[in-house]
């Protein structure tokens, strides 16, 4: 059964989604191919069939997939391939990479990335995105760059659980990449591609050396879509 991807698209074809980018990776790993649908983030009625307003949405026959964990579970639930979590302890705590990442990583990144994805949109989607980042993040775009050296050290801080952990292991999965990989890749990645500003310092040698292995696996799916700036 054709499987069919919803993702943001911006200008000149980025494929920014943040989230999307841990289906996309998954999608990988199982060695599944979707039809890749990009929408603008302002355009609700492109994705209302979904009866949600946010992607990625996955479509895989008659069902309808919305959230990237659900995704997730639907693929290694309903399909075959490598797993994505290693069994029931391993999909509990890669539950648990995802409530970390999502409750303090994606926040805190924001705070870096979020005033650069408006230059990557149109002015439609840019108005879209400055209404809902400034309303999630509590203040405003310019404040947001001008307190950025100090957010960038935050978030490196806010690592270092990933750090330790790369410490011992080349995968937060252990020794083979897994779906808790891509949920943290899944930040660095839409900073890679809608941001101006490196997250990691390159001396951060845990922590980039994964970066670049992930970057790398299937064929570079993920070092094949366009930085925007060299520093990512
Ligand atoms: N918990 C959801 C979050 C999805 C999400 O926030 N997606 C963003 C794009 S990466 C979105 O569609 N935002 C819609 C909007 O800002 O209107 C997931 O894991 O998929």
């Keep these: 059964m054709a499987l069919v991807l919803y993702e943001l698209g911006g200008r000149d074809g980025a494929r920014y989604s943040l989230f999307s980018w841990r289906t996309r990776l998954a999608l990988a790993h199982k060695g599944l191919a979707a039809e890749l649908k990009p929408v603008r983030v302002s355009d609700k009625a492109a994705i209302a069939f979904s009866g949600q307003a946010k992607v990625p949405i996955l479509v895989d026959g008659d069902t309808v997939v919305c959230d990237s964990w659900k995704i997730a579970e639907h693929l290694e639930d309903r399909h075959g391939g490598p797993s994505l979590f290693g069994g029931a302890v391993g999909r509990g705590l890669a539950r648990v990479v995802n409530a970390w990442v999502d409750r303090q990583i994606v926040p805190a990144a924001a705070l870096v990335v979020a005033p650069d994805v408006i230059d990557i949109v149109d002015d439609q989607d840019a108005a879209h995105i400055r209404s809902v980042m400034e309303k999630g993040l509590g203040r405003s775009f310019e404040t947001m760059r001008a307190e950025r050296t100090e957010r960038l050290t935050a978030l490196r801080r806010l690592l270092d659980p990933a750090r330790a952990t790369l410490r011992a292991q080349p995968f937060l ?37 994964w970066h670049g292995r992930v970057l790398d696996l299937y064929d570079g799916l993920a070092v094949r879509a366009p930085a925007r700036a060299a520093a990512a």
Excluded at 180 to 207: K, N
């Design 173 to 209: 999965s252990g020794d083979a990449p897994a779906y808790g990989d891509y949920i943290l890749f899944s930040v660095f990645q839409w900073a890679r591609i809608a941001g101006t500003v490196a997250l990691l310092d390159e001396a951060d040698q845990p922590m980039t050396a």
